[in-house]
């Protein structure tokens, strides 16, 4: 099987372009997703650090940006 990487392909999901205000792109790739764990090395919980990291690679001007949430 040569030239797969095994990894299947990558669909579009639709956001605004934030990597630059000019770019009118409304489709990206997801490149990274990251679970940020809320919990303390002592078993606490801090819900001001959870959430989820997202990098984006906009599919109209090929720039990378990310969304917190």
């Excluded at 372009?17 to 679970?35: D, K, N, W, Y």
């Amino acid at each position: 099987m040569e030239g797969q990487s095994g990894q299947s392909p990558k669909k579009p999901v639709w956001i605004k372009c934030r990597a630059s205000e000019s770019c009118p792109g409304t489709q990206a790739e997801i490149v990274f997703t990251q679970v940020l764990n809320p919990n303390t090395p002592d078993g606490g919980f801090t819900p001001e650090q959870g959430g989820r990291y997202v990098r984006y690679k906009c599919l109209t001007c090929g720039q990378p940006f990310h969304v917190r949430s």
